[in-house]
């Protein structure tokens, strides 16, 4: 959320370098430095001191670093060192830096080919360490590299750069956590997990902002971004009121998908002077509530206190479950901001919270349309596999920034063990589709927040826009959506059902778990070295790029609701254990 906080987070600027992706690295047996003589390096090694300098120097006195020194002196603004990758075929790399930071964790700034790159964290260390930079799209030709001063006093010793291998099939299946999730929640996951990947869903925070685009792009956003904000009962007994509701049963019944996230005013301790007043009681410095005091005891004032507003969102949430609407539900964003008082005790205080809701909404309250939504990046923070759905980021870069984040996309691929669909849940500059598809980050969805960020043509301009809910045909918009609801939908599992050395015999049961009759399905699961498929029945199957595809016969391809039908194989090599995916049409 952007509500007078400062951006946390930076991130890839718009590149116009989608050459055909090459994954081989460019011929680097030496390192070329942009303007200097060429240097002795590993192959995709790039020897900082054999850059071109500007206003930093090359130094050795500590030891350690690779080839013939390390680049020092980052303090003014425009300090850089700039390095070329000669000859490259063009292609996706990733970009780690070698470097050294012995006077606390840093921040560094990257260019690639003169064009902003967003920035590396350089995390505190007085030995040489290396800092993963995310990705590059390198294009055919030379291309250039820069590190530039950010948050300084560092010191760089060399840029890596890595061919970026294929990405595995994904393992979200389009399960939920809570197995009493009602129909329209299971529907909404499948639905996501059906386009995950392939499709990116566009959204909007509030209903001003879906009704600017509607006016001005001519396009609505398939979802809306809502907020429980000031159903909070602090709030509440000041005054305030909330339609967000009655938006999202109105937004559900246009067909569109429905996301909340929750400003959740401090249950106690508002501080209400001139710039802390009560109205900005979910930041941390408006508020002396203290989460950590609260959870630790449950027969406290405060605690007690946490129960309440919980059981306070709990009944609108519970409007929501009996018309049928689910919710991508984003509880306790940004925690490990720290801005937010629910972040504000470090990473056991918030996880502990979030369990808490989990289990009071889930288990007291029977609150069944929810599709938990985690919402920090970090793994110290991350409440466990069995309370989230999906793994999601905020991302608020330059102005103008377009760039894919394709760095916080892989780690939270990596969070969530890439079982977890993964999501932008704010963001102030829409990633380019476009690269987001070329750098291989998958976002699931993203919403755009409001105000300036939408309107004032400088986050988003009008042409940007246009193209990416009018021209773009993997960004999906509400009148995309089709009848979610009841699509028609499967599940499958998998068995083993005899095993012998160098082979095993496996069974697929594919069942419908949808409202409508099936006309087809695809089953779909990861395939290691060493294993094949001699022989199947009852699909036709096919193997490539490390998956394996199984298509219905031509007789069993219509299930009705509830219906089953299985296929059989014969496999080589060790029998696999995958969770297999499925689609109906």
């Known amino acids: 959320m952007s509500l007078s906080r400062p951006r946390w987070l930076a991130s890839a600027v718009a590149l116009a370098l989608l050459?055909?992706?090459?994954?081989?690295?460019?011929?680097?047996?030496?390192?070329?430095?942009?303007?200097?003589?060429?240097?002795?390096?590993?192959a995709g090694v790039y020897e900082a001191e054999s850059?071109?300098?500007?206003?930093?120097?090359?130094?050795?006195?500590?030891?350690?670093?690779?080839?013939?020194?390390?680049?020092a002196g980052f303090d003014a603004p425009d300090d850089q060192v700039t390095v070329t990758v000669p000859d490259s075929p063009g292609g996706l790399f990733e970009l780690t830096v070698a470097y050294r930071a012995p006077y606390g964790q840093k921040t560094a700034s990257l260019l690639l080919n003169g064009a902003g790159h967003g920035d590396v964290v350089l995390p505190a260390t007085d030995q040489w360490a290396t800092a993963a930079a995310?990705?590059?799209?390198?294009?055919?030709?030379?291309?250039?590299?820069?590190?530039?001063?950010?948050?300084?006093?560092?010191?760089?010793?060399?840029?890596?750069?890595?061919?970026?291998?294929?990405?595995?099939?994904?393992?979200?299946?389009?399960?939920?956590?809570?197995?009493?999730?009602?129909?329209?929640a299971r529907a909404l996951m499948r639905y996501l997990a059906a386009h995950y990947g392939k499709d990116v869903l566009s959204g909007q925070q509030d209903m001003g902002g879906v009704r600017w685009l509607e006016e001005n792009v001519g396009k609505a956003p398939a979802i809306a971004g809502l907020d429980m904000m000031d159903y909070s009962p602090s709030r509440v007994e000041r005054g305030t009121t909330s339609t967000e509701v009655e938006n999202a049963l109105a937004w559900d019944a246009r067909g569109g998908i429905v996301t909340f996230a929750w400003h959740w005013n401090a249950p106690s301790g508002l501080i209400d002077t001139p710039g802390k007043e009560w109205w900005r009681g979910f930041y941390t410095d408006a508020t002396t509530f203290d989460v950590a005091a609260a959870l630790a005891d449950p027969d406290s004032a405060d605690h007690r206190l946490l129960i309440r507003d919980i059981d306070a969102i709990a009944v609108q949430l519970t409007r929501l479950r009996d018309a049928g609407v689910p919710v991508l539900w984003r509880p306790l964003h940004e925690a490990e901001g720290g801005w937010f008082w629910w972040g504000a005790k470090?990473?056991?205080?918030?996880?502990?919270?979030?369990?808490?809701?989990?289990?009071?909404?889930?288990?007291?309250?029977?609150?069944?349309?929810?599709?938990?939504?985690?919402?920090?990046?970090?793994?110290?923070?991350?409440?466990?596999?069995?309370?989230?759905?999906?793994?999601?980021?905020?991302?608020?870069?330059?102005?103008?920034?377009?760039?894919?984040?394709?760095?916080?996309?892989?780690?939270?691929?990596?969070?969530?063990?890439?079982?977890?669909?993964?999501?932008?849940?704010?963001?102030?500059?829409?990633?380019?589709?476009?690269?987001?598809?070329?750098?291989?980050?998958?976002?699931?969805?993203?919403?755009?927040?409001?105000?300036?960020?939408?309107?004032d043509g400088r986050w988003n301009s009008p042409d940007f826009l246009r193209r990416v809910y009018r021209d773009d045909p993997h960004v999906?918009?509400?009148?995309?959506?089709?009848?979610?609801?009841?699509?028609?939908?499967?599940?499958?599992?998998?068995?083993?059902?005899?095993?012998?050395?160098?082979?095993?015999?496996?069974?697929?049961?594919?069942?419908?778990?949808?409202?409508?009759?099936?006309?087809?399905w695809t089953v779909r699961w990861p395939t290691s070295a060493g294993q094949g498929i001699r022989d199947a029945w009852g699909a036709t199957v096919t193997t490539a790029d490390g998956t394996v595809t199984a298509r219905n016969a031509s007789w069993n391809g219509r299930l009705a609701p509830g219906g089953s039908t299985a296929l059989g194989l014969i496999g080589t090599g060790t029998a696999p254990t995958p969770t297999p995916t499925c689609a109906a049409s």
């Open 19 to 42: 050459a055909s992706l090459n994954p081989g690295l460019a011929p680097a047996a030496e390192a070329v430095g942009a303007g200097g003589p060429r240097a002795a390096a590993g």
């Open 51 to 71: 850059g071109a300098l500007t206003g930093v120097t090359v130094e050795t006195a500590a030891a350690g670093y690779s080839g013939t020194g390390y680049v």
């Open 134 to 184: 995310g990705r590059v799209l390198l294009r055919a030709g030379d291309n250039t590299i820069a590190v530039r001063n950010n948050w300084g006093w560092y010191e760089i010793d060399a840029l890596h750069l890595t061919p970026v291998a294929p990405r595995p099939p994904h393992q979200v299946t389009g399960a939920l956590v809570n197995p009493d999730a009602d129909a329209p």
């Open 346 to 455: 470090g990473p056991g205080p918030a996880k502990q919270l979030y369990r808490l809701m989990y289990d009071r909404l889930t288990a007291h309250h029977r609150l069944t349309n929810l599709i938990w939504v985690w919402n920090s990046i970090s793994p110290d923070w991350y409440p466990g596999d069995d309370v989230v759905d999906v793994v999601s980021v905020d991302s608020y870069p330059a102005v103008g920034d377009h760039g894919p984040l394709s760095g916080s996309y892989d780690k939270l691929v990596s969070l969530g063990g890439d079982r977890k669909l993964v999501a932008l849940g704010e963001v102030g500059p829409i990633p380019d589709p476009e690269l987001t598809r070329a750098y291989r980050a998958g976002w699931s969805w993203f919403v755009t927040w409001s105000g300036d960020f939408l309107t």
């Open 476 to 520: 999906l918009t509400l009148d995309e959506l089709g009848d979610w609801k009841n699509a028609p939908a499967c599940a499958a599992t998998w068995k083993v059902v005899n095993r012998w050395p160098g082979g095993y015999q496996a069974e697929v049961t594919v069942r419908n778990v949808g409202t409508r009759a099936t006309a087809g």
